[in-house]
């Protein structure tokens, strides 16, 4: 079974450009959430999508924001970029509800200049 | 004080020794917990998971919740330098809440 992927794999945007990140979680599951990490503040959680509604939202601002589609495929958007939002950003998923084991993808690496 | 606190390491073992790996935590109501290694450039890979008090083993991994003093462990006997990496502790409440993660311990096995 193909796991998580996650594209581009690489990202260099200007500050002020908005970007969009592609997650395909493993087939089957219905879960994806979103993590960035930076090697300051080690993984944080952005949000999680369940059946194409967003279940838990992170302490980020709102220039983070994402979605899921039908497919259970999920996207997330930055606006706005800033400096400090350079870092890899992570994508899970899981097969749902009752399902607490979280499968990472490879990241996406972005870096904004 | 941070949720989950891990120590950063480095830690640096000689191929075959024990090692141990510990996270603390200060919310009572985690429930789940997990173990995660990344290997430089790649995303965190899961290779413990369990559920409320006890051990777990897998292999050469032993897995070990003592929720009464919120503190977790992760051991891996006869390491090797294919076990060099950083290893996450995760942890959850319940189902549609945050997976809350420690800053990771990186590991170093010489041969």
């Known amino acids: 079974k193909a796991g998580v992927t996650q594209t581009p794999r690489y990202l260099i945007k200007t500050r002020g450009q908005q970007v969009t990140l592609s997650c395909s979680p493993i087939s089957g599951h219905r879960s994806v959430s979103w993590y960035q990490q930076t090697p300051g503040q080690g993984l944080q959680f952005l949000f999680e999508?369940?059946?194409?509604?967003?279940?838990n939202k992170g302490n980020f601002p709102g220039r983070f924001s994402g979605r899921q589609f039908s497919n259970s495929r999920s996207e997330m958007n930055v606006s706005t970029l800033e400096l400090g939002d350079s870092a890899l950003y992570l994508c899970?998923?899981?097969?749902?509800?009752?399902?607490?084991?979280?499968?990472f993808g490879p990241g996406t690496r972005l870096t904004v200049t | 004080q941070k949720e989950v606190e891990q120590d950063p390491g480095p830690l640096s073992v000689p191929e075959g020794a024990i090692v141990s790996l510990n996270c603390t935590y200060s919310?009572?109501?985690?429930?789940?917990f997990m173990w995660y290694r990344q290997y430089s450039r790649k995303g965190p890979e899961l290779l413990m998971y369990?559920?409320?008090?006890g051990n777990k083993e897998d292999g050469r991994f032993t897995a070990q919740v003592d929720k009464s003093s919120k503190y977790i462990s992760l051991f891996i006997r006869d390491s090797q330098p294919s076990d060099s990496a950083t290893y996450l502790c995760a942890m959850r409440r319940q189902a549609g809440t945050a997976l809350i993660f420690g800053k990771g311990t990186t590991l170093s096995v010489s041969s």
């Open positions: 999508y369940f059946s194409e509604t967003q279940r």
């Open positions: 369990t559920y409320s008090s």
């Open positions: 919310n009572s109501a985690f429930q789940y």
């Open positions: 899970a998923s899981s097969l749902g509800d009752s399902h607490y084991e979280q499968y």
